[in-house]
């Protein structure tokens, strides 16, 4: 294990994959036919603008993690560039429950595409019930260690792309154009409103600068990681969403639409927490539909990444970063949440919207309560 961590044990190769597993999520699967429905037969279009707007993000955790190599990642960030305060501490909550809903994003789409093999309906209590058995057994296997979940990460990685290279090599194969010119062909609002939703399916790049303390020069290799794997994912959504309008169609992704945590609660709070949280994720999978996870979890995901960059330009001096680059993103990753939080309303989507105010607000009461508790600095 030690020879793991060790200086110099980690290549560029090695991190590109490490933010290549982070990004591929269940996101990718579950959120394509809700985002074709606002995007048409753009589709392509709104995975390559949400992963343009990932990249300035990117960029800006390159420089972080340079300067703060360290495991703890967005909250060590955050940290480092408000204080170690209530917005911080705020903040750092709320992303908290943003991996909660992601998880719960994940779990619900595997009940999809379970109870779509099954040949039933996932909208009843079946579809929950696997859901939460996902969760169960994601609880068991971070119980046995982290070496386990390092072997089931790698394996289903692994399993996952190949199942997509498969996919796109078929799929390439019959392509045919008259679905795009019969299928719904979207609006600017769609394709970036999908975007917005589609977000969540790169939020997983910030795991790469975890591994910055374990690679022999971080200033070349972490930057070289990070946009590598981004570029991978990219190429392989956007491919992948080309295949779908052009197999599939719009109107087919719509009608078929919908078919890590754990260990920082256990830090915190030991089996305590894994079980905790666990229960917390369960909640969300009863309580939302698939479509409002996946709003809540991009909306979540834009704010936090906003936040970091903001906070970073006050110490741009000392990360080295282009103060335009940083404008830049805080800018595009807030527009992107005003237009999809926007459209929530619009759609009469009123428990997505006010869950995701409700959270936040809850997010700072919580800190606010353990800061006043335990006599801690509130700015």
Same mark, same amino acid.
């Given at each position: 294990?030690?020879?793991?961590?060790?200086?110099?044990?980690?290549? *560029?190769?090695?991190? #590109?994959?490490?933010?290549?597993?982070?990004?591929?999520?269940?996101?990718?699967?579950?959120?394509?036919?809700?985002?074709?429905?606002?995007?048409?037969?753009?589709?392509? *279009?709104?995975?390559?603008?949400? =992963?343009?707007?990932?990249?300035?993000? *990117?960029?800006?955790?390159?420089?972080?993690?340079?300067?703060?190599?360290?495991?703890?990642?967005?909250?060590?960030?955050?940290?480092?560039?408000?204080?170690?305060? @209530?917005?911080?501490?705020?903040?750092?909550?709320?992303?908290?429950? =943003?991996?909660?809903?992601?998880?719960?994003?994940?779990?619900?789409?595997?009940?999809?595409?379970?109870?779509?093999?099954? &040949? %039933?309906?996932?909208?009843?209590?079946?579809?929950?019930?696997?859901?939460? &058995?996902?969760?169960?057994?994601?609880?068991?296997?971070?119980?046995?260690?982290?070496?386990?979940?390092?072997?089931?990460?790698?394996?289903?990685?692994?399993?996952?792309?190949?199942?997509?290279?498969?996919?796109?090599?078929?799929?390439?194969?019959?392509?045919?154009?008259?679905?795009?010119?019969?299928?719904?062909?979207?609006?600017?609002?769609?394709?970036?409103?999908?975007? &917005?939703? @589609?977000?969540?399916?790169?939020?997983?790049?910030?795991?790469?600068?975890?591994?910055? =303390?374990?690679?022999?020069?971080? %200033?070349?290799?972490?930057?070289?990681?990070?946009?590598?794997?981004?570029?991978?994912?990219?190429?392989?959504?956007?491919?992948?969403?080309?295949?779908?309008?052009? #197999?599939?169609?719009?109107?087919?992704?719509?009608?078929?639409?919908?078919?890590?945590?754990?260990?920082?609660?256990?830090?915190?709070? &030991?089996?305590?927490?894994?079980?905790?949280?666990?229960?917390?994720?369960?909640?969300?999978?009863?309580?939302?539909?698939?479509?409002?996870?996946?709003?809540?979890?991009?909306?979540?995901?834009?704010?936090?990444?906003?936040?970091?960059?903001?906070?970073?330009?006050?110490?741009?001096?000392?990360?080295?970063? %282009?103060?335009?680059?940083?404008?830049?993103?805080?800018?595009?990753?807030?527009?992107?949440?005003?237009?999809?939080?926007?459209?929530?309303?619009?759609?009469?989507?009123?428990? #997505?919207?006010?869950?995701?105010?409700?959270?936040?607000?809850?997010?700072?009461?919580?800190?606010?309560?353990?800061?006043?508790?335990?006599?801690?600095?509130?700015?």
């Amino acid at each position: 294990m030690k020879k793991q961590n060790k200086t110099g044990s980690i290549g *560029v190769v090695g991190a #590109t994959a490490i933010g290549v597993g982070g990004m591929m999520g269940a996101g990718l699967y579950t959120l394509l036919g809700l985002a074709a429905n606002s995007a048409g037969v753009w589709l392509p *279009v709104s995975f390559l603008i949400g =992963g343009i707007v990932a990249a300035f993000s *990117v960029y800006s955790y390159s420089k972080l993690g340079m300067k703060y190599p360290d495991r703890g990642g967005a909250a060590k960030f955050l940290l480092k560039e408000f204080g170690d305060g @209530l917005l911080a501490g705020g903040m750092n909550v709320f992303q908290y429950i =943003g991996w909660i809903i992601a998880m719960a994003l994940y779990a619900t789409g595997f009940a999809e595409y379970a109870c779509q093999l099954l &040949g %039933k309906s996932s909208s009843g209590w079946l579809g929950k019930a696997i859901s939460i &058995g996902i969760v169960i057994v994601v609880v068991a296997i971070n119980i046995m260690g982290s070496k386990q979940v390092a072997r089931a990460q790698t394996a289903i990685i692994a399993f996952e792309l190949l199942i997509l290279l498969s996919f796109v090599a078929v799929g390439l194969t019959k392509l045919h154009v008259p679905t795009i010119t019969s299928s719904n062909s979207g609006n600017i609002v769609g394709i970036l409103s999908a975007a &917005g939703l @589609l977000y969540v399916t790169y939020e997983g790049f910030g795991v790469v600068t975890n591994a910055a =303390g374990s690679m022999v020069n971080p %200033k070349k290799q972490l930057p070289q990681a990070l946009f590598f794997s981004l570029g991978i994912v990219m190429v392989i959504y956007i491919v992948a969403s080309v295949v779908v309008v052009m #197999t599939l169609g719009v109107q087919g992704a719509v009608a078929n639409q919908g078919h890590v945590l754990a260990t920082a609660g256990k830090l915190v709070l &030991g089996n305590w927490g894994l079980f905790i949280t666990s229960l917390i994720v369960c909640i969300f999978v009863v309580i939302f539909p698939l479509s409002a996870v996946g709003e809540m979890a991009s909306l979540a995901f834009l704010l936090v990444y906003a936040m970091v960059n903001l906070g970073h330009l006050r110490i741009a001096g000392q990360t080295g970063a %282009k103060r335009w680059i940083l404008i830049c993103s805080v800018v595009l990753n807030l527009a992107l949440f005003a237009l999809l939080f926007i459209q929530t309303i619009l759609n009469h989507e009123t428990l #997505t919207w006010i869950s995701v105010i409700a959270l936040l607000i809850i997010s700072f009461l919580v800190e606010l309560a353990w800061r006043k508790k335990n006599k801690r600095n509130l700015h």
